[in-house]
């Protein structure tokens, strides 16, 4: 073909993380047929949903089956009885939206990436190791990225000195992702860090796009959401979802708050968002929003909340392995991983042989999350308490 392609997509690493761990396993089990090998690598939640989310399903299932309830296109940002139920769900942490700055979408995937789109050239500075769609999806667009080291020093939480570091001068006009709970080193913000990261935002014009997909495992005195923050409506936009909270992963629901007075070029944001939303997506299906309202009702966070409980006992049970055997990590108290300190010096792959080889474990190497990340294994509490509880007494044996 003779057309122009986007040159940037040959910046992209090749995904290889996942296929390489696949790669690696298969081959093991190959030589090894009879060995029992247990997955604490996998960032999907395993348990079913909440019963009240699918009831609400299957009844929004019915009304679809007939004339007078059927349902056609949903209103792009989402219906409203789901966007009172988001207001609601903020309320818990004292934090009041108007409907107008939620935005329902099918997953926080899509909308940390398409947000992109609302931005010219700026200078995005991306926590490292993190979550690898917020690089690529600026790489694709060609943007020009500045990485935030999350070290054992900073405790994993860099702030805004460890961007001016980075960069070497005076900055202005910044894209800057945060992760809290931060996948994967599990570390959280407190309310100072994120005070912290709000005046630098509003001191020099500046973005936040705060992720708080892992919001459902904060505990304590720890912010859950950016807007918690004086402040904050002024500087950032923030991106949750039921993935984890609720068990969405394989139903899609999330949303997006891009608070009315952000602007930047005389253009509001928000309404750059609405005008992107209502050309490139269509809302997420009926039958969803249902169970997103279930899931966020009195009765759906409670089951939620169980979910997130059967979750953190593991975390809990390999934290204590870890601390035992005086191997240091960090996350699974506020999060489903646990970031763990190769022992010996190791580095993450060579670490990750060693556990699938010898003790039957397979994790995720911590290179695969940036650079930052060598040295390191996440290891995830999203496995069955048999499986956790297992993997540990072999982790305990081995360590
Ligand atoms: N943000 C972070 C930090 C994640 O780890 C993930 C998924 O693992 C997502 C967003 C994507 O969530 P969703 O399933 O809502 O697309």
Same mark, same amino acid.
């Given at each position: 073909?003779?057309?122009?392609?986007n040159?940037n997509y040959?910046?992209?690493?090749?995904?290889?993380?996942?296929?390489?761990?696949?790669?690696?396993?298969?081959?093991?089990?190959?030589?090894?047929?009879?060995?029992?090998?247990?997955?604490?690598?996998?960032?999907?939640?395993?348990?079913?949903?909440?019963?009240?989310?699918?009831?609400?399903?299957?009844?929004?299932?019915?009304?679809?089956?007939?004339?007078?309830?059927?349902?056609?296109?949903?209103?792009e940002a989402?219906?409203?009885?789901?966007?009172?139920?988001?207001?609601?769900?903020?309320?818990?942490?004292?934090?009041?939206?108007?409907?107008?700055?939620?935005f329902?979408c099918d997953g926080a995937k899509s909308d940390v990436a398409n947000l992109t789109e609302l931005f010219g050239e700026n200078l995005v500075?991306i926590?490292?190791?993190?979550?690898?769609v917020y690089l690529d999806s600026n790489l694709m667009l060609g943007r020009e990225v500045?990485?935030?080291? /999350?070290?054992?020093?900073? !405790?994993?939480?860099?702030?805004? $000195?460890? &961007?001016? %570091?980075?960069?070497?001068?005076?900055? *202005?006009g910044?894209i800057?992702y945060?992760?809290?709970?931060?996948?994967?080193?599990?570390?959280?913000?407190?309310?100072?860090?994120?005070?912290?990261?709000?005046?630098?935002?509003?001191?020099?014009?500046?973005l936040?796009i705060?992720d708080?997909?892992?919001?459902?495992?904060?505990?304590?005195?720890?912010?859950?959401?950016?807007?918690?923050?004086?402040?904050?409506?002024?500087?950032?936009i923030?991106v949750?979802?039921?993935?984890?909270?609720?068990?969405?992963?394989?139903?899609?629901?999330s949303?997006t708050?891009v608070?009315?007075?952000l602007e930047a070029g005389?253009m509001h944001l928000n309404e750059m968002w609405l005008r992107r939303q209502t050309t490139k997506f269509n809302?997420?299906?009926?039958?969803?929003?249902?169970?997103?309202? /279930?899931?966020?009702?009195? !009765?759906?966070?409670?089951?939620? $909340?169980? &979910?997130? %409980?059967?979750?953190?006992?593991?975390? *809990?049970?390999?934290?204590?392995?870890?601390?035992?055997?005086?191997?240091?990590?960090?996350?699974?108290?506020?999060?489903?991983?646990?970031?763990?300190?190769?022992?010996?010096?190791?580095?993450?792959?060579?670490?990750?042989?060693?556990?699938?080889?010898?003790?039957?474990?397979?994790?995720?190497?911590?290179?695969?999350?940036?650079?930052?990340?060598?040295?390191?294994?996440?290891?995830?509490?999203?496995?069955?308490?048999?499986?956790?509880?297992?993997?540990?007494?072999?982790?305990?044996?081995?360590?």
């Amino acid at each position: 073909m003779k057309i122009k392609v986007n040159e940037n997509y040959r910046l992209l690493e090749k995904n290889y993380l996942f296929s390489e761990v696949a790669r690696r396993v298969a081959r093991y089990r190959e030589a090894h047929p009879e060995a029992k090998i247990i997955h604490l690598g996998i960032g999907d939640v395993t348990l079913p949903l909440p019963k009240v989310v699918t009831r609400a399903m299957a009844a929004a299932v019915e009304e679809m089956a007939s004339r007078e309830t059927f349902r056609g296109y949903a209103p792009e940002a989402g219906y409203d009885f789901l966007l009172k139920a988001i207001q609601r769900h903020y309320r818990r942490f004292g934090v009041e939206l108007a409907l107008g700055e939620i935005f329902t979408c099918d997953g926080a995937k899509s909308d940390v990436a398409n947000l992109t789109e609302l931005f010219g050239e700026n200078l995005v500075c991306i926590p490292d190791p993190v979550y690898p769609v917020y690089l690529d999806s600026n790489l694709m667009l060609g943007r020009e990225v500045a990485f935030l080291p /999350a070290t054992r020093e900073n !405790e994993y939480l860099p702030g805004p $000195a460890e &961007l001016e %570091d980075a960069v070497g001068h005076a900055l *202005e006009g910044v894209i800057i992702y945060l992760c809290s709970p931060n996948n994967p080193t599990g570390a959280v913000y407190d309310h100072a860090q994120l005070e912290e990261w709000v005046r630098f935002a509003r001191a020099t014009g500046s973005l936040i796009i705060f992720d708080s997909a892992y919001e459902a495992f904060v505990t304590g005195d720890f912010p859950h959401s950016i807007f918690e923050v004086e402040g904050a409506k002024a500087c950032a936009i923030e991106v949750a979802s039921l993935s984890k909270s609720a068990g969405f992963t394989g139903t899609r629901c999330s949303w997006t708050v891009v608070p009315e007075e952000l602007e930047a070029g005389g253009m509001h944001l928000n309404e750059m968002w609405l005008r992107r939303q209502t050309t490139k997506f269509n809302g997420v299906p009926y039958v969803v929003q249902r169970g997103a309202e /279930a899931a966020l009702s009195p !009765e759906g966070e409670a089951e939620c $909340a169980a &979910l997130v %409980d059967y979750y953190r006992e593991n975390a *809990e049970l390999m934290g204590s392995v870890f601390r035992d055997c005086g191997i240091a990590f960090t996350g699974g108290a506020q999060s489903p991983y646990l970031w763990v300190t190769c022992p010996r010096g190791m580095g993450s792959w060579e670490f990750f042989d060693w556990l699938l080889e010898d003790v039957n474990v397979v994790g995720t190497p911590g290179a695969g999350f940036g650079a930052y990340g060598e040295g390191h294994l996440r290891l995830t509490s999203f496995g069955s308490h048999e499986a956790t509880a297992e993997a540990c007494e072999r982790l305990r044996r081995f360590l």
